[in-house]
């Protein structure tokens, strides 16, 4: 039972360049999501899905698309990657609905130059 | 936007010390919660309150809730070295919408 896993652990771009991450999770769980944390902050949701082939826009949802095209893996893409999306990006996935408990993947580093 | 704040942002005690870490929010939530990171990992959930609840134990976890004041507490009782990490409180908005708001955290340094 592996969790919620990420892929890659690193990744580095150039501006304007375009990247998917992958999350996939193996507990059968409904709701996935993607955050994004930046330095000093907390994390901040990005977009989210309440089940396979849904998506919801979270906080902080511009520069990116989501799909959940299988129940297990949840794909956040940048199309036109800028500086200003350098940060450690984050999935997580419950069981529940209305904020149960979340677990987590272990984060993409992305370095946009 | 950030929903909960910790308090204190840092906090540096020497092991076997007790570790209070406060939490306050600014709307009416479902639940709360708090997580840890450890450096450079993602976050492990420790421990859920819900809004009808006042105090929840868990191993050597204690958590608070003052709906009134929209606060909340963390102690960590007899800290380890182990303990050392970056504690987030989080929140669940009143009305099952989706996600957590997170607070900025709070870095707690356990002195061996």
């Known amino acids: 039972n592996a969790g919620v896993t990420q892929t890659p652990k690193f990744r580095v771009l150039k501006t304007g360049q375009s990247m998917t991450l992958l999350c996939a999770q193996d507990?059968?769980?409904?709701?996935m999501y993607w955050y994004r944390q930046d330095p000093g902050m907390g994390l901040r949701l990005i977009h989210y899905s309440v089940g396979e082939g849904t998506t919801a826009k979270g906080e902080v949802p511009d520069g990116y698309n989501v799909s959940r095209l299988k129940k297990q893996n949840f794909l956040l893409g940048l199309e036109s990657a800028a500086p200003s999306q350098t940060s450690v990006y984050f999935c997580a996935s419950s069981q529940a609905r209305g904020g149960e408990t979340q677990y987590f993947g272990p984060g993409t580093r992305l370095l946009v130059l | 936007s950030q929903q909960g704040e910790e308090d204190p942002q840092a906090l540096s005690i020497q092991e076997g010390e007790n570790a209070t870490m406060n939490c306050s929010y600014k709307t009416s939530i479902n639940n709360l919660q708090w997580y840890r990171q450890n450096s450079g990992r993602g976050l492990v959930h420790l421990i859920l309150?819900?809004?009808?609840?006042r105090e929840k134990h868990s191993g050597r976890l204690r958590v608070t809730l003052d709906t009134s004041k929209k606060s909340s507490s963390l102690l960590i009782t007899a800290s380890r070295a182990a303990d050392t990490a970056s504690y987030f409180c989080a929140t669940a908005p009143g009305g099952g919408a989706d996600g957590l708001t997170f607070g900025k955290g709070t870095h707690l340094i356990i002195q061996p």
């Open positions: 507990m059968n769980h409904e709701y």
């Open positions: 309150i819900r809004s009808n609840e």
